[in-house]
T-cell receptor, first 118, second 114 residues
Framework: KAGVTQTPRYLIKTRGQQVTLSCSPI?????VSWYQQTPGQGLQFLFE???????NKGNFPGRFSGRQFSNSRSEMNVSTLELGDSALYLC?????????????????FGQGTRLTVV | AQSVAQPEDQVNVAEGNPLTVKCTYS??????LFWYVQYPNRGLQFLLK??????LVKGSYGFEAEFNKSQTSFHLKKPSALVSDSALYFCAVRDARTARQLTFGSGTQLTVLP
């Protein structure tokens, strides 16, 4: 079974630009979560989608947004990039169906997209 | 709010010796606890989880973790460390009462010395 696929793996953008990152979850998984990883702040939750609906959102500004498609693939968008947005962005998928299932099951992570803002 | 603390940024251990990576948590409901490992330039790989039942949980690559409710701890252990175990380890928690997302600790860099 294929794992979680994130594209692109590496990205360099200029301050003020916008960027879109893509995540394809494991087949059959309907929950997709996004995390930002930086040396200073560690792993921080961005948002979670299930069946095309955002179920949970972390404490990030509105410049960070996401969406999920009917095939469970997800994208996240960052507008008006700032230098501090440079990070490894990780996507995780899980079955996510039913509350108990969501809580019990582990999330499977992609390799991440390394975003550098210059 | 749920939180996780990993008090050691760095743990060094000699190959063949037992290793422990510490984790304590704070939740308002029953905790769902996880350990993940991250190798350089890679995503996180799942090691093991505690949901309910036995306090000693066995996971991948010979790792195990001990859940201690009174001390609110979930330390990761391995009886005999390998050089290939050197990586960044994250403890994470889900709180059934207040939040669905995983909250991660700050990570512990494990270095196994040959």
């Amino acid at each position: 079974k294929a794992g979680v696929t994130q594209t692109p793996r590496y990205l360099i953008k200029t301050r003020g630009q916008q960027v879109t990152l893509s995540c394809s979850p494991i087949s059959g998984h309907r929950s997709v979560s996004w995390y930002q990883q930086t040396p200073g702040q560690g792993l921080q939750f961005l948002f979670e989608y299930f069946s095309e609906t955002q179920r949970n959102k972390g404490n990030f500004p509105g410049r960070f947004s996401g969406r999920q498609f009917s095939n469970s693939r997800s994208e996240m968008n960052v507008s008006t990039l700032e230098l501090g947005d440079s990070a490894l962005y990780l996507c995780a998928s899980s079955l996510g169906q039913g509350f108990r299932n969501l809580m019990n099951t582990e999330a499977f992570f992609g390799q991440g997209t390394r975003l550098t803002v210059v | 709010a749920q939180s996780v603390a990993q008090p050691e940024d760095q743990v060094n251990v000699a190959e063949g010796n037992p290793l422990t990576v510490k984790c304590t948590y704070s939740v308002s409901g029953n905790p769902y606890l996880f350990w993940y490992v991250q190798y350089p330039n890679r995503g996180l790989q799942f090691l093991l989880k505690y949901i309910t039942g036995d306090n000693l949980v066995k996971g991948s690559y010979g790792f195990e973790a001990e859940f201690n409710k009174s001390q609110t701890s979930f330390h990761l252990k391995k009886p005999s460390a390998l050089v290939s175990d050197s990586a960044l380890y994250f403890c994470a928690v889900r709180d059934a009462r207040t939040a669905r997302q995983l909250t991660f600790g700050s990570g512990t860099q494990l270095t196994v010395l040959p």
